[in-house]
């Protein structure tokens, strides 16, 4: 949304800036945890964890109540970039700016929503799954998107043969990647970065397993890329 009428709001973060921050946030490490947190009171520690196994760089997903709060917290942990996910509504936009999140995920691409990422100065991941998807945000002037769910879209041979007529877009993979075939992705030159759940199982986040949690990390954060 850059002109309402004949006013230009020039506030208004553009597609290219979203796409250049987004992939400053896909490059500090090959894989951007996805995180489900159902109590805040873990996100501290859980934030610590993964930062220190060396991914700086934390998808909060708005599908719990918990959520905002946490985002809130792991923003002031110290080398923390934390982004919120599973973004679907202006109003969704709003409250993860308001919590502190410097960067936004969505499922899927809507008009509606990229309106008001822009308008809100958040950068988002938009999801895509096919070239249409992909095409429609190149149009608009995005560069990075996420790829979503990407193993039950076809996963490698699929961005493998959408990066052929259209390099232009870089991805990063979300949805059935983990330790085991994120090499795969992460070889793909249209590949900055994966992103999952399985650095931050759930059990070990309820049983308080931070020495675990930054083990997986640190295995996630050797991935070569
Ligand atoms: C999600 O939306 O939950 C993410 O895509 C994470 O998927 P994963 O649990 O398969 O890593």
Known sequence: MRAKGTQIRTSDMTPEHASQLNAQVCALAPVIPVLVIDDASA???LAKALVAGGLPALEVTLRTPAALEAIA???GVKGGVVGAGTLLTDKDVEAAKAAGATFGVSPGATDRLLDACEAND???LAGTASPSDIM???ERGYSVAKFFPAEVNGGVPA???MGAPLPQMSFC???GISLKNARDYLALPNVLCVGG???APAAM???GDWAGITALAAEAAALPR
């Open 173 to 175: 993979p979300t949805g």
């Open 159 to 161: 961005l493998k043969a």
């Open 73 to 75: 917290i792991m923003a």
């Open 197 to 199: 759940s399985w650095v």
């Open 205 to 207: 986040v309820r049983d």
């Open 43 to 45: 996100a501290e520690n």
């Open 122 to 124: 958040l950068p988002l």
């Open 136 to 138: 429609r945000l190149l």
